[in-house]
């Protein structure tokens, strides 16, 4: 796909002070810089169903005391769009934040992800100790508990084509190829499950159409390469850095269960928001940043 090439994309209304790419296995992973400050936090890419604009209120704020650096995973935003799963995974995007702390010359920094970001977080502070003064994990999708049924349910048929599409049955390879807005739209709305979140889906939905299903289908990876339960409570039980875990009680993509089994592991402060879903950081933007800030400067 030749779409990551042809867009630099600006959070917000912020300039980065540098940017560069990265490249792994002949691919292009595209980074961005912002603020100067002594200590650094590397704001992780999520699931490249969205690209680094997630973390629009965050990078303004958090620039203005700290070195901020972010990176479009694989998949979507300025990075490039392999539709091989083998470019993918939970494990290679967390070696893709390594090789992003090379590329921007940072030795050591605070890590921060949202969602299936958290499970790279914690890969990378697992599989990199020394390379994380501290880890922050916002609506943890880890396999560290079950997770919601109907979710799971539709995640086991999800190679086999159904005779109609409602519900969590839209998790399904053959809906993907056959309705991807439809999908979007559906998955957004599990993400953002407050009311009068239209704008938040809109400007995820608008994100999500900057890829393609056939992208999407990869980014699942392979097993090999992605977080069961066993590693990620073996990399959970290993973390040694201070670790800050916030979750919503009205998470419908992944449950609250999940945020307490890693805050226990890693001996993290658990941080619950109550009446709140899949993404604070966006929808509750100034209470989130100041948990971010209270943790980081203490």
Same mark, same amino acid.
């Given at each position: 796909m030749g779409l990551g090439r042809l867009r630099f994309f600006v959070l917000a209304t912020i300039q980065p002070v540098r940017s560069g790419d990265v490249e792994r296995s002949g691919h292009r992973i595209h980074w961005q810089e912002f603020g100067a400050g002594k200590d650094t936090l590397l704001l992780l890419p999520t699931w490249s169903i969205v690209h680094t604009d997630f973390w629009r209120h965050q990078v303004p704020a958090l620039s203005q005391r700290l070195r901020v650096v972010t990176f479009d995973g694989l998949g979507n935003g300025a990075s490039d769009r392999p539709v091989d799963p083998q470019f993918y995974g939970d494990l290679l995007f967390a070696d893709d934040a390594a090789a992003v702390l090379d590329a921007t010359g940072t030795a050591r920094a605070s890590v921060a992800g949202v969602s299936a970001?958290? #499970? /790279?977080?914690?890969?990378?502070?697992?599989?990199?100790?020394?390379?994380?003064?501290?880890?922050?994990?916002?609506?943890?999708?880890?396999?560290?508990?079950?997770?919601?049924?109907?979710?799971?349910?539709?995640?086991? #048929?999800?190679?086999?084509?159904?005779?109609?599409?409602?519900? /969590?049955?839209?998790?399904?390879?053959?809906? /993907?190829?056959?309705?991807?807005?439809?999908?979007?739209?559906?998955?957004?709305?599990?993400?953002?499950?407050?009311?009068?979140?239209?704008?938040?889906?809109?400007?995820?939905?608008?994100?999500?159409?900057?890829?393609?299903?056939?992208?999407?289908?990869?980014? &699942? #990876?392979?097993?090999?390469?992605?977080?069961?339960?066993?590693?990620?409570?073996?990399?959970? #039980?290993?973390?040694?850095?201070?670790?800050?875990?916030?979750?919503?009680?009205?998470?419908?993509?992944?449950? &609250?269960?999940?945020?307490?089994? &890693?805050?226990?592991?890693?001996?993290?402060?658990?941080?619950v928001m109550h009446g709140v879903g899949h993404e604070p950081q966006c929808r509750f933007p100034r209470e989130t940043n100041t948990m971010i800030e209270e943790f980081l400067a203490a």
């Open positions: 970001g958290a #499970g /790279w977080a914690l890969a990378l502070a697992a599989k990199h100790p020394s390379r994380v003064s501290a880890a922050i994990f916002i609506g943890a999708s880890v396999p560290l508990a079950p997770g919601h049924p109907e979710r799971a349910a539709a995640a086991s #048929g999800f190679l086999t084509p159904q005779t109609a599409y409602s519900g /969590w049955s839209k998790w399904n390879r053959h809906y /993907w190829l056959q309705d991807f807005p439809g999908f979007l739209r559906f998955f957004f709305s599990k993400c953002f499950t407050e009311p009068k979140s239209d704008a938040e889906i809109e400007h995820f939905f608008g994100m999500g159409m900057e890829t393609t299903p056939e992208v999407l289908l990869a980014t &699942l #990876g392979t097993p090999n390469r992605n977080l069961d339960t066993h590693r990620a409570t073996e990399f959970a #039980g290993s973390l040694r850095c201070p670790s800050l875990v916030i979750h919503g009680t009205d998470d419908a993509i992944s449950p &609250l269960a999940r945020a307490e089994e &890693l805050a226990r592991l890693t001996r993290g402060d658990l941080r």
